[in-house]
């Protein structure tokens, strides 16, 4: 089991940027592939990007390649995975979780249906203003 713990949302304006962060602690190495997902009210949550933790792989999905970027900072006995917005419009407004999952390593850590994700963060919102 991994804990996670999302920071960084806020809100701005059309076309600007935020970058978010998820702590992941506990057993990092076994959870080896996290995902940010993003839910607004009434609609299921959608996976955004996912980062393969031994590296470097990354996955997008098409609403935000291109614009979003996945990346991590390994230490010890903790993971902070970032996720960079730029370009943001109204539409990528939500709240923004992460999630944690186990692959091996001949499976890709390609974004999943979120009921595949063993372990959430609390989320963070992000609010894209016109």
């Known amino acids: 089991q991994v804990r996670l713990a999302e920071s960084g949302g806020d809100s701005v304006q059309d076309g600007g940027s935020l970058r978010l962060s998820c702590v992941a602690t506990g057993n990092i190495y076994r959870s080896n592939c996290i995902a940010w997902f993003r839910q607004v009210p009434g609609k299921e949550r959608e996976g955004v990007a996912s980062?393969?933790?031994?590296?470097?792989?990354?996955?997008?999905s098409r609403s935000v390649k291109g614009r979003f970027t996945i990346s991590q900072f390994l230490e010890n006995n903790k993971n902070t995975v970032y996720l960079q917005m730029n370009s943001l419009r109204p539409d990528d407004t939500a709240v923004y979780y992460c999630?944690?999952?186990?692959?091996?390593?001949?499976?890709?850590?390609?974004?999943?249906?979120?009921?595949?994700?063993?372990?959430w963060g609390q989320g963070t919102q992000v609010t894209v203003s016109s």
């Open positions: 999630a944690a999952r186990t692959t091996t390593s001949t499976l890709p850590c390609h974004i999943l249906p979120a009921s595949e994700y063993a372990d």
């Open positions: 980062i393969y933790t031994p590296g470097p792989s990354t996955y997008y």
